[in-house]
């Protein structure tokens, strides 16, 4: 019985011990990536096999601030395709997720597939159709024609998280709200809206890192004449210059991790955003 | 008549959008991998490209590399999904700002994670001066080759530390959804936390979280930035050689690129239909 009790403890403790084993590797593995990153922006010396820079110096954030970079012009483009893309994915999105979380419909198994085909079926597949097709649009080298092409895989994660936010949306509010003698703006801006906006949230966020870290799409489309942010990466990352690279990812980074700051607890809430992943 | 009508104007502009750039990209694609380029004067349809691509030998061992990265990374995600999700579900001090950093490798890009485990596992990364500095190796040369290698480890732990969270934050709606009833009631019968987790809630949470694992399988199968900054040129995942014959001078390479990128699209989808088939069929005889 003594034993018995014993035992019993030691594997709460265990337990408890695994627990922490568990959020520390969390943490570490987390950071463990980033933190060369930061090292590297401020570095100025920082050979094998010294462990931290000898030399700290801020020459990359420097020469990221000047004109000459061309960093700025990178990151008012990046900024400008992904809010247009996260404006016209939500302005598509919310009705077709709407349509999709509410309604049953003859055929809507095949909806629900040909929604979800641009982020299972491969991009570079459709992507090199879509440059023929651009080309004869006179689409390509234009910012525009960027960001129609990032809807191609942020639009379906949109639509399938309204969808999911949907299917757990009581219509009920909606006619009561009607009754009540209220008009269709009203209704949708004081009924739907403050219900489904969390899950909106979400979507929105999705599509805008979607968008902001697209590269291949970019390149193809914008023919090098629209130059992102991860346009710029890719090119200093190839050319070896650590520190800038680094630095660059830093400033490429900060928008993704401002934006988690204040949607955290949408993800893991009971909003049921993630749960629109559940089925393919 | 009047609800049919309100279904298609809220599914019509984004079905409109989707179809115009997915179809149509595709059957462009599809015809160019044929042979059919009217702007040098083939109007022709052939397999032609198709055999000379699958007999070129650059092409099997660019197919397995892509493969065994693809399926390395999924599962070594899934399990450390599980393994967190599990950790996290619980109540513990800390728990925003760990959650905050469980779902931080969510919103960076690929290529930033791409060049952060290159500064972190290369020969002469932060990895390898630790491991000199501890006094386990002597030279940068003694550290293991995780980049640029022959399997791909460091696409692989990019994959790893990025897919992670996507899995994991799924593994969570769903273990939060299922509740902590069946679980309880597995250890009232006597099941062990091991039992309990074997037999009750891993059935439980693996029909939840494959449509997201084989989104990330289809993801690190087909995409192109990682490998390319990671990756050896040769062999060279699937991707990075398409891409490179697409971007070829030499015209007479872009059927080819085209034909792979085909194939690879076939490939996920004929994968996806039979993951379709083989679950409805599971929820028909379960109901």
Known sequence: MNGNRRGLRSRKCCARVLHRVVLIAIVGGVLLPIVPLLLWSVSHSWFFPQVVPSEIKLRAWSYIGSPFSKVLNALVNSLLVAGMVTVAAALLGVPAGRALGLRRFRGKAIVEFLILAPIIVPGLAVIMGVHVLFIRLGLVDTIFGVALVHLLPSLPYMIMVMSGVFANYNVEFEQQAYSLGAGRVRTFVQVTLPAVLPGMVTGALFVFLISWSQYILTVLIGGGRVITLPVLLFAFASAGDNAVTAALCIVFLAPAVLILLFTSRYLSGESGAMGGFGRL | ?287
């Not at chain 2, 074997?198 to 995409?223: D, K």
């Open chain 2, 1 to 287: 008549m009047k609800t049919g009508l309100s279904l298609i104007i809220l599914l019509a502009p984004a079905l409109i959008v989707i179809l115009v750039l997915f179809a149509g990209g595709l059957s462009l694609g599809l015809s160019q991998s044929l042979g059919y380029m009217p702007i040098i004067g083939a109007y022709g349809f052939s397999l032609q490209a198709y055999f000379q691509l699958l007999a070129s030998p650059g092409f099997l061992p660019s197919l397995l590399l892509t493969v065994s990265v693809s399926i390395t990374a999924t599962a070594i995600a899934v399990t450390l999904a599980v393994a967190t999700a599990l950790t996290l579900r619980k109540r513990f001090v800390g728990k925003r700002i760990i959650s905050f950093l469980y779902q931080l490798p969510l919103t960076i890009p690929h290529l930033v994670v791409a060049v952060g485990i290159m500064m972190l596992v290369s020969q002469s990364g932060l990895l390898a001066r630790a491991a000199f500095r501890v006094g386990l190796i002597s030279d940068s040369s003694q550290f293991p080759v995780l980049v640029f290698d022959d399997l791909g480890i460091a696409i692989i732990l990019v994959y790893v530390w990025k897919e992670v969270a996507f899995i994991g934050l799924i593994a969570l709606a769903v273990l939060q959804s299922i509740g902590n009833d069946y679980e309880a009631q597995a250890r009232s019968l006597g099941a062990n936390s091991w039992q309990s987790f074997r037999h009750v809630l891993l059935p439980l949470i693996v029909p939840g979280i494959l449509p997201g694992s084989i989104i990330v399988f289809a993801y690190t199968f087909s995409s192109f930035e990682v490998p390319f900054l990671l990756g050896k040129s040769f062999p060279a995942m699937l991707s990075v050689l398409s891409y490179r014959m697409y971007i070829d001078v030499d015209l007479d390479a872009r059927p080819q690129a085209m034909a792979m990128s085909i194939l690879i699209a076939l490939f996920i989808l004929i994968l996806v239909l039979l993951y379709r088939r083989i679950s409805q069929r599971l929820l028909r005889s379960s109901a």
